[in-house]
């Protein structure tokens, strides 16, 4: 006996392909929206541990701001404090100046030579006075520059002119005019002028 099925058999299946189709694209959607919800879950807690940790560093930038501001407001106080320690030593230094200068000046004046006036502006001295002959200032240069513990130092000649000095009412005699600038060394020059020649001689003694 044969069976004949009058069902429209295609359409039916063609439904049954549609309903599969349709669920498993809703199945799709559905797992697609899981994984892009569990994707961004993900970043939005990646985001939200480095925003803390960028939190957390701009409070340790601003503790470590206000520290450096502290440093630097300690840091300006010791160097004003060793401004005022330098000034006062410079003070009590200076006291004792014009005596050095004086013995200085003396003992290193040669003969012939004749001062007239000494003035002091700051740390250099200018030296005015009348030599018998150019040689006696050179003399005087020499002896300035010669001695490694004067506390005068770099001699320099500022002008010297000739000229007639009346020794009698009838006789005149040929002079130098001259005018010498030199450096009055403060006790701390004086140390470290003297620390260097002890390195060149023991240098120099090496060699």
């Given at each position: 006996?044969?069976?004949i099925?009058?069902?429209?058999?295609?359409?039916?299946?063609?439904?049954r392909?549609?309903?599969?189709?349709?669920?498993q694209?809703?199945l799709?959607?559905?797992?697609?929206?899981?994984?892009?919800?569990g994707?961004?879950?993900?970043?939005?807690?990646?985001i939200?541990?480095?925003?803390?940790?960028?939190?957390?560093l701009k409070?340790?930038?601003?503790?470590?701001?206000?520290?450096?501001?502290?440093?630097?407001?300690l840091?300006?106080e010791?160097?004003?404090l060793?401004?005022r320690?330098?000034?006062?030593?410079n003070?009590?230094?200076?006291?004792?100046?014009?005596?050095?200068?004086?013995?200085?000046v003396?003992?290193?004046l040669?003969?012939g030579?004749?001062?007239r006036?000494?003035?002091q502006?700051?740390?250099n001295?200018?030296?005015?006075?009348?030599a018998?002959?150019?040689?006696?200032?050179s003399?005087?240069l020499?002896?300035?520059?010669s001695?490694?513990?004067?506390w005068?130092?770099?001699?320099?000649?500022?002008e010297?002119?000739?000229?007639?000095a009346?020794?009698?009412?009838?006789?005149?005699?040929?002079?130098?005019n001259?005018?010498v600038?030199?450096?009055?060394?403060?006790?701390?020059?004086?140390?470290k002028?003297?620390?260097?020649?002890?390195?060149?001689?023991?240098?120099?003694?090496?060699?």
């Amino acid at each position: 006996m044969i069976l004949i099925n009058l069902l429209p058999h295609r359409e039916a299946a063609r439904e049954r392909q549609k309903k599969q189709f349709y669920t498993q694209l809703v199945l799709s959607m559905l797992l697609g929206a899981a994984i892009a919800g569990g994707v961004f879950m993900w970043f939005d807690a990646k985001i939200s541990e480095q925003q803390d940790r960028n939190n957390l560093l701009k409070k340790q930038m601003a503790i470590l701001d206000t520290e450096i501001k502290d440093i630097a407001g300690l840091q300006a106080e010791i160097a004003s404090l060793r401004a005022r320690q330098t000034a006062v030593e410079n003070l009590q230094a200076d006291r004792n100046m014009p005596v050095h200068l004086i013995n200085e000046v003396v003992s290193r004046l040669p003969e012939g030579i004749y001062l007239r006036s000494m003035k002091q502006e700051n740390q250099n001295v200018l030296l005015s006075g009348v030599a018998q002959s150019q040689e006696r200032v050179s003399e005087l240069l020499r002896n300035l520059a010669s001695q490694s513990d004067l506390w005068l130092g770099s001699p320099e000649l500022v002008e010297i002119v000739a000229s007639n000095a009346n020794v009698s009412e009838r006789e005149q005699r040929r002079v130098s005019n001259f005018t010498v600038r030199v450096v009055l060394k403060r006790p701390a020059e004086r140390e470290k002028s003297d620390e260097t020649s002890e390195k060149a001689t023991a240098l120099s003694k090496k060699v």
